[in-house]
C-alpha cells in the first residue's frame, strides 16, 4: 500500500519559532507575538486539523508532547520516525540538536496498545556524532509499491545515509539537489516533503526547483515510468507549501490528498481539478505552524503501515 488510514500526530505543548532549524529552513518567519500565544495558536490549528482528518475516517492516533524537554518542533514527527509494514521502525537523526529531545520510547508502546506490531527498530542516530543527517519521510519519498525513495541533498539528507537506508528498507534510491533562491542565492531546500508530495497515481513536484537537466529528467523519467501523472507546481507555490501535501485513506477507503488551506488557495483552478481527478481534497489553515515552523500539514503527518496484531 501507498497511503494509510493511521497516521500519528503530537499535540505541541512549546511551539515557537526554532532558532536552531532557522539556519537552513528559508520557509520559516518570526511572528511579532509571545510563544505562549503562538503555541496557543499552534494547538488550536492542530485540533481543527485533527478534527477534519477524524470526520473523514482518519484513523488519527494523537500523543500530546511533554513540557519537560524543549521541543518546539514535535509537531512534526515525520521527521525522527519512519513506521513500515513488515513491522520495521525507523528512527532518524536529527540537524538541530534540540530536535533529538523529539525522540521518545513511550510512543512505541502507545502504539503497541493501539494494536500495532513493532518487530524491530533501526536506528541511525548514532550518524548524529559525526554530524550527519537524515530527516525521516521529510527528507525521503517513499514510493512504498514501486520500492523506490526519492531524495533531495541538503544539511539535512546525507547521502551515504541515504543509501544505506535503501539497503536497509530495499528501496532503489533516486537522489537529486532541488533548490529554492534565497537573497539571489540558490540554496538547497532543506526537506523533499516540501517540493513534491507522491500520492498513488500522481505526483505534487516543484520541477524548477531542480535546477539539473539531468537530474530533473531522471525523476521524471521514474516517475512517468511508474505511471504518475505529474503535477507541477512553481516556486512560488511552493513556498505557500503546495508541494508539502499527504494522500490519505478515509472511511470506506476513500482517498483524500491533505493539504493547509495556503497550499489549497495557491493552486490554480487547473491544478486542483487534476488532483480532484484522483481523489477529494482536504484543507485546513495551518498559518501560525507554517509560519513559525516552516513545516505545513504532510510534516504534520506520521504515516502508520504497521501490521495489526
Not at 492516533?61 to 519537560?68: N, P
Not at 500495532?116 to 519521510?137: R, W
Not at 505511471?227 to 482517498?255: D, W, Y
Amino acid at each position: 500500500m501507498q497511503i494509510t488510514n493511521t497516521i500519528l500526530m503530537i499535540r505541541p505543548v512549546s511551539f515557537r519559532m526554532n532558532e536552531q532549524t532557522a539556519v537552513n529552513n528559508y520557509f520559516m518567519e518570526d511572528i511579532d507575538m509571545k510563544n505562549q500565544e503562538i503555541n496557543q495558536k499552534a494547538q488550536k490549528e492542530f485540533d481543527a486539523f485533527v478534527s477534519i482528518l477524524k470526520n473523514k475516517g482518519v484513523n488519527v492516533i494523537v500523543i500530546e508532547d511533554t513540557k519537560e524537554q524543549d521541543t518546539p518542533d514535535s509537531i512534526f514527527p515525520n521527521n525522527w520516525i519512519s513506521f513500515h509494514n513488515n513491522g520495521t521502525v525507523g528512527v532518524y537523526p536529527m540537524f538541530a540538536e534540540n530536535r533529538r529531545n523529539e525522540r521518545r520510547e513511550d510512543i512505541f508502546v502507545t502504539l503497541e496498545e493501539n494494536g500495532f506490531k513493532i518487530k524491530d527498530v533501526i536506528d541511525y542516530t548514532s550518524a548524529e556524532d559525526e554530524g550527519l543527517f537524515l530527516e525521516g519521510t521529510g527528507s525521503i519519498l517513499l514510493d512504498r509499491v514501486n520500492k523506490k525513495a526519492y531524495c533531495a541533498l541538503s544539511e539535512r539528507a546525507n547521502e551515504d545515509l541515504f543509501i544505506e537506508f535503501c539497503e536497509d528498507f530495499d528501496f532503489f534510491p533516486v537522489i537529486f539537489t532541488a533548490n529554492q533562491s534565497v537573497d539571489g542565492k540558490r540554496l538547497p531546500i532543506y526537506h523533499t516533503n516540501v517540493m513534491m508530495a507522491l500520492a498513488e497515481n500522481f505526483v505534487v513536484i516543484c520541477l524548477d526547483s531542480i535546477d539539473d537537466k539531468k537530474e530533473r529528467k531522471n525523476v521524471l523519467d521514474h516517475l512517468k515510468n511508474d505511471g504518475k501523472e505529474i503535477i507541477p507546481i512553481t516556486e512560488k507555490q511552493m513556498h505557500h507549501f503546495a508541494g508539502n501535501m499527504l494522500q490519505v485513506l478515509g472511511s470506506e477507503g476513500q482517498r483524500y490528498m491533505v493539504m493547509s488551506t495556503a497550499a489549497f488557495n495557491s493552486l490554480t483552478p487547473k491544478q486542483i481539478a487534476q488532483i480532484e481527478n484522483h481523489c477529494p481534497i482536504l484543507h485546513s489553515s495551518l498559518e501560525t505552524i507554517e509560519t513559525c515552523g516552516g513545516g505545513s500539514a504532510r510534516c504534520m503527518m506520521a504515516e502508520v503501515f504497521l501490521p495489526q496484531s
